[in-house]
């Protein structure tokens, strides 16, 4: 199971961290992705970070703001972001994918290929 944490109202600008807590399972041979929805928007693939080995891979518009780490004690995956914009309000799920290389990295952006999803947590970037 998956659970999301760590929304909230923040202003432009400013950073917030989410979590996602793995339990019942170790997130080791897992790869996490990260998603997000807003209100009448489709879903838009975040990052995807192997646990295994630290793979990442983030979308154009999170590079250099957003960054995912983990904390293995902990069996969680954080999603640091910074730099928040009005656009990036959204609820953000985040999933879990048995980690295997691919070299087409468009992959880890299909939501089709994650098995395990938590709920989200909503994020509102206040203009």
């Known amino acids: 199971q998956l659970q999301a944490s760590g929304g909230g109202l923040v202003q432009t600008g400013g950073s917030l961290r989410l979590s996602c807590a793995a339990s019942g399972f170790t997130l080791n041979p897992y790869a996490i992705g990260w998603f997000r929805q807003a209100p009448g928007k489709e879903r838009e693939w975040v990052s995807c970070f192997s646990v295994s080995d630290g793979t990442t891979y983030y979308a154009d518009a999170m590079k250099g703001r957003f960054t995912v780490s983990r904390d293995g004690a902990k069996n969680t995956v954080y999603l640091e972001m910074n730099s928040l914009k009005y656009e990036d309000t959204a609820v953000y799920l985040c999933?879990?994918?048995?980690?295997?290389?691919?070299?087409?990295?468009?992959?880890?952006?299909?939501?089709?290929?994650?098995?395990?999803w938590g709920q989200g947590t909503q994020v509102t970037v206040s203009s």
């Open positions: 999933a879990a994918m048995r980690w295997m290389w691919n070299s087409n990295s468009h992959y880890y952006t299909q939501a089709s290929n994650y098995d395990s």
